[in-house]
Structure formats: structure tokens, C-alpha cells
């Protein structure tokens, strides 16, 4: 119903002086949305471009208007205040401001007042229906077509709401493709997929892989991630799974590194959501870090379709 009163100019959206670009996705959590969020903004910022994230930080405590969590060179605020993808993307992406509140207008009003009109990437936008958007990406898998709005299924909105985007990603390969096409018709549909970047310590320095690591993580779907990290390492010493978001206490890191070494392991491993939301201890183990970004297909197309969004409207 909010949907059609846009459409018809029933209610009244919002808009800041860059252009917004929104992601999003149907279904609740596991999209690879975030990943797509960090893909969008460093091709922004690489070509060229004044780029600020707005995200609601969810599982934050903040409760005020607006909170700057990177000025583009520094990270100023935890996980526990900002909410953990928001600190993620901001030690990611130096050069790119990174800001949160529920409102998100409001929050682009604020990062406009002190850093300039740039082009805003809405993290996790695509139903924050009350901020105009100039271009919207929606990530979405095979299985949300058969899927239904909570509390029947996993959906936020049924899956004919991606019609409303300007460009859908999709995962599970060209199968997947080739099925929402069909479900959607002439809509500009986009392969979505995963590519390793590596293991990383905590300060973002490349590290070996380990050959027997200790595997944890609170995510949406871990069986991804489980399954990345088996293909890079010849054997695990065990895993632990924890709810998405998963707040970890330093007596919790301590009894999985107790776990750990128990079974012979030679690192802890996890995802670079988990590792912002990790205690800085001194561990009987290294911590290493399996970062993985998104990579859309085809990319000339999707790169062409983000950089004439940000030249659409002036931004100075």
C-alpha cells in the first residue's frame, strides 16, 4: 500500500541533494546486500565521486538523529553503538563516509551539512520507502519466488516488488537468472556472485591461510561462509554457530579458543561482520579474518548503470 502511494504521489518522499542509491532485498538477512553496498561505493569513490553509506544501524544502540561513524578517514564509532555492517564498511572503505540513524533522510541531511552534497549508497533501502531514491538495487535468491511475507515465510514483501527496481541481483548462477527473469519479465536482471579476497588479520593485513582452523560466526546463513572457508583450507578442526549478529563476551571468545586448541587448531576464523563485533583480547590463538566481496555480472553494464546515476543529478 505505501508502494502505490508513491507511485501516485500519495505520500510525500524525501531528498537530499546527491543522488541516493538504494540496496536492499526482499527476504530477512543473507542477501549478500552488504557486499553489494561495498561493491557500489568503492566503484563510486574509484571513479572519482563524494560517496557517503547511510545505514540504520541495526542492533546499534544509537537513538539519536544522526551518527558519523567514518569521516572518510578515521572510525570513530564501535559495533556496539553503530551496529556492526556500518563498521564493517567503514574500516573497508577509507575515503567513504560512513553514517547511521533510523531516519535516513535525516541522516543524509546531516552528512550533507558537514561534508558537502555526494552520493548517498541507502544500506538496506529498499523498503525505507520515505527517501526518494534515483536508482534501486535489489538482491534477490531463486528460492525468495516461491517464498512468503513473515510470518508465513522469510519475505519483507512479495517477490513482484522487485519489479520496482531498476536492477535486480541475482544469486545461484545463471539458473537463478534465467528463473527470475522469467518471474519478472523485462526487469534489468543481474548475476550476483561471491569472490574470495583472502585471509586478513583484524587490522586488515594479509595473512596465509591456516591449515587446521577453529570456524565461528553469527550470521544470517552460514552455510555459505562454512562452505568458502572448507574450499580454502584442507581440513577443520570445528565450528561453532551463533545467532545473526551475535554480541561475543570476552569469557565467550576465551571458551572458543579453549575449544580450539582442545582440538588441535591453528586459528580462529570468522567473518568480517563477526570480527567488529569481537573483543580486542590477547588470544592463545590468531584470529584470522575470510573476506569475501560481490561481484556482479554483467559488470561493464552494472558499472555503466551505477556511474550514470551519480551523474544524473549534480552533487556541487
Not at 520515505?130 to 510470518?151: F, G, K, N, Q
Not at 528463473?179 to 543481474?190: D, I, N, S, W, Y
Request: glycine share 10%.
Amino acid at each position: 500500500m505505501r508502494r502505490a502511494a508513491c507511485d501516485r504521489g500519495l505520500l510525500r518522499q524525501a531528498r537530499l541533494a546527491g543522488p541516493v542509491i538504494g540496496v536492499g532485498n526482499l527476504s530477512v538477512g543473507g542477501s549478500g546486500k552488504t557486499p553489494v553496498v561495498a561493491l557500489i561505493a568503492a566503484m563510486l569513490r574509484d571513479a572519482g565521486h563524494s560517496v557517503a553509506i547511510l545505514s540504520r544501524g541495526y542492533r546499534g544502540t544509537f537513538k539519536g538523529e544522526a551518527l558519523i561513524v567514518s569521516d572518510g578517514a578515521r572510525v570513530s564509532a564501535d559495533a556496539a553503538l553503530a551496529g556492526d555492517e556500518p563498521v564493517m564498511l567503514a574500516r573497508d572503505l577509507p575515503g567513504v563516509v560512513v553514517a547511521v540513524g533510523r531516519c535516513r533522510d535525516c541522516v543524509g541531511r546531516a552528512v550533507e551539512r558537514r561534508f558537502g552534497p555526494r552520493v548517498h549508497v541507502l544500506d538496506d533501502g529498499f523498503q525505507h520507502l520515505r527517501l526518494a531514491r534515483d536508482l534501486d538495487v535489489v538482491c534477490v535468491a531463486p528460492e525468495d519466488l516461491d517464498d512468503w511475507p513473515l510470518p508465513a515465510g522469510r519475505l519483507r514483501e512479495f517477490a513482484s516488488a522487485a519489479r520496482h527496481a531498476q536492477a535486480v541481483l541475482v544469486s545461484g548462477g545463471e539458473a537463478g537468472v534465467s528463473a527470475v527473469r522469467r518471474r519478472l519479465g523485462e526487469t534489468r536482471v543481474f548475476n550476483l556472485g561471491r569472490q574470495m579476497q583472502g585471509f586478513f588479520d583484524r587490522e586488515g593485513r594479509p595473512q596465509s591461510p591456516p591449515s587446521r582452523p577453529f570456524v565461528f560466526c553469527g550470521i544470517a546463513r552460514p552455510d555459505r561462509f562454512l562452505s568458502d572457508v572448507a574450499e580454502q583450507v584442507p581440513q577443520c578442526a570445528g565450528q561453532s554457530l551463533f545467532r545473526d549478529h551475535h554480541s561475543f563476551g570476552e569469557q565467550e571468545i576465551a571458551s572458543l579458543v579453549r575449544n580450539a586448541v582442545a582440538r588441535g587448531a591453528d586459528a580462529l576464523v570468522t567473518t568480517a561482520k563477526d570480527a567488529v563485533r569481537i573483543p580486542a583480547l590477547a588470544l592463545d590463538l590468531p584470529l584470522v579474518v575470510l573476506k569475501i566481496s560481490a561481484v556482479v555480472e554483467p559488470a561493464a553494464e552494472f558499472r555503466r548503470l551505477v556511474l550514470d546515476t551519480a551523474q544524473r543529478r549534480p552533487t556541487s
